[in-house]
């Protein structure tokens, strides 16, 4: 499993006027921390689709334990639990400043072949990555 | 239960490179069709909140099915499922002008005293609208 | 001059802590404007880019008079002032349900042929849909 | 004056389907330079709206000149003009990893009395910080 750790700051954008983060907006949150972990283990999602392999998002779940606010740092755990079949599964987890967890998040993708937008393998450029980490 | 229809139209600046609506825009697709489920019967989120009572979204899945594309009319299908416990739960069902299901979606939302933020009961106004939808 | 009025329901999503709309949303309100402006007109902006045309923004500027509040609904009316040099200028005049001027905006937005990336010239699809408007 | 810079790489969420981020995002990244330039001299925007004042956006302008992709680094100098009267005036360039100028924008503020709702002076706390820049 690779677990990687990721900081974002809450901005005004993504407040509502309840005071506090959009719940639709954590699903953006999770995307800016599976394209962190990518690049700290050395290669982009950038590059995965110039490459020709996009990864949608099929599923996607979400508990909203606590509210964010405006300007909150928040820390995102992401656990990537499957790389290497026709999906991938995601886990976040995401702590306040005072630690508290205040959201968890599942997401699972897939590989698609950009020419022919049908499923494909995860691309060797990304799997000789991921494979230390699931060794 | 209580089942609406809403028809939305996908803006431009929900979609994103891959070409199609990004999929954390769904969430607000929901938001959208459970507004107008209110409205339907003749309440406003708006009025529940000015009389004091919120209901923030606790828990949200979807399953992404098919790509919505930029200008499509989409139909949603809300579904409310619950109202006069603590929580309220809804289903959607989005569907492309082809009839085609595109997503499926769940919402479990909470009634929240806005003074005190502590969970409250449905407030009467919306009870008495709902009720009829639940015999 | 083609005038066109455009009524839209302000989101959730689309407020702010502040409690009204967050300022950046307004240029995806001109955008449901002019979007709706051309199907007035019995064209869709969907069918050029499909026809191989984008009109990106090249420049845009706002004024914020009121706030706009969550369901507000509001009142658009979009000037398209110029369609048929390089160049195509638009503006826009939003009102709130008490007919109040809420902001005031422009946009500027330029043929842009989607094969070579470089500009061009009004597409004759939808020349012919405006010329009798510049009449 | 005061000058600041502020690094931002572009989410997938802000891209739409010409492939660049959506013009309608560079009001949220001014208000990121923005905040973080108040950060920069040990101030936060977020402690000025706890203190009774806001800082509403009443005018922004752009110029787009080039596009920005997905997942580029962007650097955006912004330049606080003024801050002891009615008005903060700010202008922003956003540049690529190549030194491109892709972006120019102006924002202009004012203060209001979060109680009152009016229109009120620079806080002290934050004329504190912003003196020194303007001697």
Known sequence: MLITETKINVRYAETDKMG????GNYAMYYEVARTD????????YKKLEENGVMMPVIQLSSKFIKSAKYDDELTII??????SGV?????YELYNE???LINT???TLVY?????NKPTRCPNALAEKMKPFFE
Chains 1, 2, 3, 4 share one sequence.
């Open 20 to 23: 506090v983060v959009y719940h």
């Open 78 to 83: 992401c656990k990537m639990k499957t790389y």
């Open 112 to 116: 698609v072949d950009m020419k022919t």
């Open 37 to 44: 972990a990518l690049k700290q283990i050395g290669i982009t």
């Open 98 to 100: 005072h630690k508290e």
């Open 87 to 91: 999906r991938v599964e995601i886990e």
């Open 105 to 107: 998040g599942e997401t």
